[in-house]
C-alpha cells in the first residue's frame, strides 16, 4: 500500500513525485512515456531552464527523483482504479494485468490533441504549426511571414496578438469567412492582418519546418510558421471510471487545492482547472506549480487522517 500513486511523467507528475519525496511518503509514479510536448524542441517560460528539450527537462527531473529512497517509479500505464470502500484507498490495475494499492490518488495524464483534418498539419504539429503565442510566439513569429488558421473564434484575438512579433500576419479562414462579420473584418484590416478564405488542401514543408499553405485556389502562401489550435480530450480513461466531475471543455474539475469531486483523488497540469478558469493552462510552470499542489494537498489529507482523535474516553500520556 503508497501513500500515494501519481498516474503521468510530465511536469506536473513530476513535480507532485518531487514534493512527496521531500515529504519522505512512499509513493510511485507510473508514467506511460507518452507526452503531450513530445513533439515539442525546446520549452519555455520555465525560469533556470528556458530552451531547455522537453526529454531533457525530464531526464534532469528522474535524476532529481533518485535521491529520495520512498519514490519509486515504473514505465507503464493505468488501465483502471477502483475505490478500495470506507476511504481505504483505491486499486489500480497495470496494463501488465498487475494491481497495485494506494491511499491517495493523483492523477496527472494530460490531455491528447486531436488535430485539424488537413494534409501536412500532423507532421508539422509542435515544429512548423504552433498553438500558444507565450510558448513559441518570440522565436516562431518574431519578423517571419505568419499565418493563423481561423477554426475558432479566439484566433482572431491570436492574429491581433501576433502583430507584436511580425508586420506579416494572414488569417486563414478556410472557407469560413462568413463566420466573420463586418465589424471583425474592419478590425483586422485596420490593424494590417489580412485574411484569406479558400480552404486549404494541404501544407508543405522542408526539414520538418513550413514552406508555404496551398489552397484550393489562388496562389500558395509562403509561411515560416501557422498558429492553430486543435480540440483537446482526456488522454486517459481514468477521470471517468473514477467518476470526476468535469468542466464543460472536458477538463476535470478541481479546487484551490487540486482536489477533484472524488475523496482522494487529486488532478494536476493541463488535464485539470478551476472553474473560474476559462480553459487549461499549457505551460510547463503551472504544471510543476499544480503537481506540488497536489502532492501537499495529499499529503496535509493524510496527516489529518492519521492524526485525527480516536473515538472514546481520551487517555493522554501525561505526569
Not at 268 to 278: E, I, K, N, V, Y
Amino acid at each position: 500500500m503508497f501513500d500515494v500513486i501519481v498516474v503521468g511523467g510530465g511536469p506536473a507528475g513530476l513535480s507532485a513525485a518531487l514534493t512527496l519525496g521531500r515529504a519522505i511518503r512512499p509513493a510511485l509514479l507510473i508514467d506511460s512515456g507518452e507526452y503531450r510536448n513530445a513533439r515539442a524542441e525546446n520549452m519555455h517560460n520555465f525560469l533556470t531552464r528556458d530552451g531547455t528539450p522537453p526529454s531533457q527537462f525530464r531526464a534532469i527531473a528522474h535524476s532529481e527523483l533518485k535521491q529520495y529512497p520512498t519514490i519509486e517509479t515504473r514505465t507503464g500505464t493505468v488501465d483502471d482504479a477502483t475505490p478500495l470502500g470506507d476511504g481505504e484507498g483505491f486499486e489500480l490495475t497495470l496494463g501488465d494485468g498487475s494491481t497495485v494499492h494506494t491511499r491517495r490518488l493523483v492523477l496527472a495524464t494530460g490531455l491528447a490533441d486531436e488535430l485539424p483534418h488537413i494534409e501536412g498539419f500532423g507532421e508539422l504539429w509542435g515544429r512548423g504549426i504552433y498553438h500558444c503565442p507565450y510558448c513559441h510566439g518570440y522565436e516562431a513569429a518574431r519578423g517571419n511571414p505568419i499565418a493563423v488558421l481561423y477554426n475558432d473564434g479566439v484566433m482572431v484575438d491570436l492574429a491581433l496578438h501576433l502583430r507584436r512579433f511580425t508586420s506579416d500576419v494572414v488569417l486563414c479562414a478556410d472557407g469560413r469567412v462568413d463566420e466573420l462579420d463586418e465589424t471583425v473584418l474592419n478590425r483586422l484590416a485596420d490593424n494590417g492582418v489580412s485574411v484569406r478564405d479558400e480552404k486549404i488542401v494541404r501544407l508543405e514543408s522542408g526539414d520538418e519546418e513550413l514552406e508555404r499553405i496551398v489552397f484550393e485556389s489562388g496562389e500558395p502562401l509562403s509561411r515560416k510558421a501557422l498558429f492553430a489550435i486543435g480540440q483537446f480530450a482526456q488522454r486517459s480513461e481514468l477521470p471517468g471510471k473514477l467518476g470526476c466531475r468535469l468542466l464543460p471543455d472536458g477538463c476535470v474539475e478541481v479546487d484551490d487545492f487540486q482536489a477533484t469531486s472524488v475523496p482522494g483523488v487529486y488532478a494536476a497540469g493541463d488535464m485539470a482547472h478551476r472553474p473560474s478558469l476559462p480553459m487549461p493552462l499549457p505551460f510547463v510552470a503551472t504544471a510543476t506549480a499544480s503537481g506540488t499542489i497536489a502532492a501537499i494537498a495529499a499529503d496535509k489529507n493524510l496527516v489529518a487522517t492519521d492524526t485525527a482523535p480516536r473515538p472514546g474516553p481520551v487517555s493522554a500520556n501525561v505526569p
